[in-house]
């Protein structure tokens, strides 16, 4: 989807505290993918590894849909970023269980993903999937938060020392407009022609950026347990085995 334009540049200015400049460069918005490219500036004065650099973000949209709250690991307590999930969910006002802070998401799995890193610049990707649907918001809040890294180190004795950097304490908020052809997607539902038995299908949907299936199989738990005792490349082959997809012409898809 990205390969072939359907990714979608945005006009941000970037945004510079404690040394840091920030902005977003593209969005892509489908029922199931949310994927945003950030551009990251380092002044000279910055003790900067490219290599280890994380970040923690939030993404929301205009009718406080949370799409997802990713924090970046800590070794250690960082007692701020530990609870900036509800402090975060009372700024914008979304209301939420306290027993299950998370259940509000609509993500199913979250990330990053340092694209590139040259001459003090990285560029990295917000990556979110789910299998609910994101919903066909037309403004979207992207918060940037908690810049840094960590280091850890293996002594011979296997103790391990770890030490984290935090490169800013400041927080980057950019507000962005959707273009219409993300609000305005199309998605083609699919469903099975006949009944397999062993498999129950609750969607099966084709958006720009892949093919989702949601559904449950008899026997799965097994096959997890079972796959312990795999190597890797058997692994994958049982795994190909029982998720593949065959189209019209013969083509075989795989998970």
């Known amino acids: 989807a990205v390969n072939h334009g359907y990714s979608e540049q945005v006009t941000t200015n970037y945004i510079t505290q404690d040394g840091i400049s920030a902005k977003i460069n593209s969005i892509m918005i489908t029922d199931d993918k949310f994927c945003a490219t950030v551009d990251f500036k380092f002044d000279d004065s910055i003790n900067l590894d490219s290599e280890r650099f994380s970040f923690g973000y939030a993404v929301y949209d205009e009718d406080k849909n949370v799409y997802a709250v990713y ?3 800590h070794l250690g307590s960082n007692e701020k970023y530990d ?4 402090f975060l969910y009372k700024e914008i006002g979304v209301k939420y269980n306290k027993n299950d802070i998370y259940a509000i998401q609509i993500t199913d799995n979250c990330g990053i993903q340092n694209v590139s890193a040259k001459d003090r610049n990285i560029t990295s990707q917000i990556e979110i999937g789910t299998s609910k649907e994101f919903p066909r918001s037309k403004k979207i809040f992207i918060r940037l ?3 840094g890294y960590s280091m850890t180190q293996v002594s011979e004795e296997n103790m391990i020392n770890a ?3 935090s490169l800013s304490n400041s927080e980057w908020l950019f507000e962005l407009n959707v273009p219409e052809k993300f609000y305005n997607r199309e998605t083609t539902n ?10 129950k299908i609750e969607k099966m949907t084709v958006t720009e950026t892949g093919l989702v299936v949601k559904g449950t199989i008899d026997g799965f738990s097994k096959f997890v347990t079972d796959g312990f005792n795999l190597t890797g490349d058997e692994w994958t082959n049982a795994r190909n085995e029982l998720f593949n997809i065959t189209d019209e012409d013969g083509n075989i898809y795989y998970e």
């Open 145 to 147: 938060f908690d810049l």
């Open 71 to 73: 924090t970046r690991m």
């Open 83 to 86: 609870l900036y999930t509800p």
């Open 190 to 199: 699919l469903k099975l022609k006949s009944e397999i038995p062993g498999l």
């Open 163 to 165: 030490e984290d950097f």
